[in-house]
């Protein structure tokens, strides 16, 4: 068959049909070689016109089969991105985003899934941006304002060539479904900057929203209830302060009032911690300088010793209020004490409060310039009701406690500024 006949039965179309051409046309060439090689018979064409004709074959066969090559090449291109475009439309059509796209004209050129269920069945065949607007569902913006189809992404894309990131709307179909949507969108250009379409993405929301609603809820209530625990709290504590001062006033013996007082003293210092804590508890961390420094003031005008020189040094800590408050039931009862017993009248002296960090332990010291401690006090066997505090807030603290008699006296705990859960999970 001639070259022209196998061209009419492989007519040029796609680049697997130009390849077959090409091999065609290479056997073509071969056989025509071989019929006109000179005969010794000297049949056929003379010698010179057969070598002219097998060399003029010659090149067409090797310029084919370069062609050939180079179809080959654009084949394996043509394959290659094929694939990528089925990778590309599966990745877009499986996408949990819904990807809408147009045209120039505004025509759907793209609607997967995800936007299929958003449109609840709504035919997009040839629809344009314009059909959606009222007739598949309202929008409205954040304010509760309903929106025209002008001012969606994808249309204020492909009409004005804008970007559009996070943009928040509340859709309501025609079927009466709502949901809250985070969309965006971009313009497509082509040559010399022309848009020639847009797309535009919008990821369902409601499930956030729904949620952040709930939890405003739920912290609303729990301020509620917060702010009227706080408040029976206190007047429970009054009443007790105000209790015991009855009885102390009521009492026969010194000791009685003394006890009484002393009880007295440590509500009254509750009350002032649970105040001062208060106002930390919704950042979940105590500032430690700022919260000792009132600490002592506050005990300081209690007592009112001029004579006695209160120094805080202390690092901006910040702890939780558990060990906020335990520190500072520690430092009430010694600088309690210390005010009480350890400077008699007339003579002065100082109470030094210090807060350090180191690593992951603290260390909170109290030391006064005092008569200092008897001799015969053991922390660990002391009955009073001061000494069975500090063991308790040490304790609690998992730390350890220690008190140095000279030449002033010193005591110190050291603990972890977490507990051995939370460093777990960190």
């Known amino acids: 068959m001639s070259i022209e006949g196998r061209k009419q039965e492989c007519p040029a179309g796609s680049t697997q049909q130009l390849i077959a051409q090409a091999e065609s046309m290479c056997q073509s060439l071969r056989a025509l070689r071989e019929r006109v090689q000179p005969t010794e018979t000297g049949a056929g064409l003379s010698p ?12 067409c066969e090797a310029l084919t089969q370069s062609i050939l090559r180079y179809l080959q090449s654009h084949q394996r291109v043509e394959e290659a991105l094929a694939k990528s475009q089925t990778l590309l439309q599966t990745i877009l059509e499986h996408a949990g985003d819904a990807i809408i796209a147009c045209d120039h004209t505004g025509r759907f050129t793209l609607f997967n899934r995800a936007a299929r269920r958003f449109a609840e069945g709504y035919d997009t065949t040839d629809a344009t941006v314009d059909d959606l607007a009222g007739r598949w569902a309202n929008v409205y913006d954040v304010a509760g304002r309903r ?19 996070g943009w928040e709307a509340r859709v309501v179909s025609a079927t009466g479904w709502e949901r809250h949507i985070l969309a965006s969108a971009a313009p497509l250009r082509g040559q010399q900057q022309a848009i020639v379409g847009a797309v535009a993405t919008f990821t369902d929301i409601t499930l956030v929203k729904r949620t952040e609603a709930e939890l405003r ?9 917060f702010r009227e625990l706080r408040h029976r709290f206190r007047n429970n504590l009054q009443i007790l302060s105000a209790l015991l001062e009855m009885q102390e006033d009521a009492a026969r013996s010194d000791e009685a009032r003394e006890a009484l007082g002393a009880a007295r003293s440590r509500v009254q210092s509750m009350a ?42 202390a690092q901006d800590v910040p702890l939780d209020v558990e060990r906020a408050l335990s520190c500072g039931f520690l430092v009430n009862e010694l600088v309690t004490n210390a005010f009480k017993h350890a400077f008699p009248p007339g003579c002065g002296g100082a109470i030094a409060i210090r ?14 310039t005092g008569v200092g401690l008897p001799l015969s006090l053991d922390l660990e066997t002391a009955g009073s009701l001061g000494m069975r505090i500090l063991r ?12 140095q008699r000279t030449p002033h006296t010193v005591f110190t705990l050291t603990f972890p500024t977490a507990t051995a859960e939370e460093r777990d999970a960190a």
């Open 48 to 59: 010179d016109a057969a070598a002219e004709v097998s060399c003029q074959a010659k090149e």
């Open 355 to 368: 807060l350090a960090r180191e690593g992951a332990q603290c260390e909170l010291t109290v030391a006064d």
């Open 217 to 225: 809820r739920a912290l609303a209530d729990r301020e509620t209830l």
């Open 272 to 313: 002032q911690l649970h105040e001062r804590l208060y106002h930390s508890l919704e950042a979940g961390a105590v500032p430690m300088a700022e919260y000792l420094r009132n600490l002592a003031q506050a005990l300081g005008a209690t007592y009112g010793r001029s004579d006695v020189m209160l120094e805080i040094v």
């Open 392 to 403: 308790t807030v040490r304790q609690k603290l998992g730390g350890a406690l220690t008190v």
């Open 147 to 165: 929106l025209g189809h002008e001012e969606f992404p994808l249309v204020r894309a492909l009409r004005r060539g804008e970007t559009i990131e």
